[in-house]
């Protein structure tokens, strides 16, 4: 004897649409963390690069004002 399979209700199909939506959102959501926390690093290396550059102006500065007199 052969089961018989539930009908498809508008109810299933709506929820099977709101769930692939959903983890469409979710794959979206995670995308944009990552192109969030890649921004970040980069705007963290800029910095820390731009420390690097202050610090040799003030050497220079430093040595400049050392040589005038």
Known sequence: MQKEHPAVTPYDVRLQRY???ARRWEQRAKAKER???DARRTISSLVDQLDGIADQL???TTRLNRQEP
Do not use: G, M, P, S
Request: charged content about 45%.
């Open 19 to 21: 769930r692939r939506h």
């Open 35 to 37: 192109k969030l926390a």
């Open 58 to 60: 003030d050497n220079l």
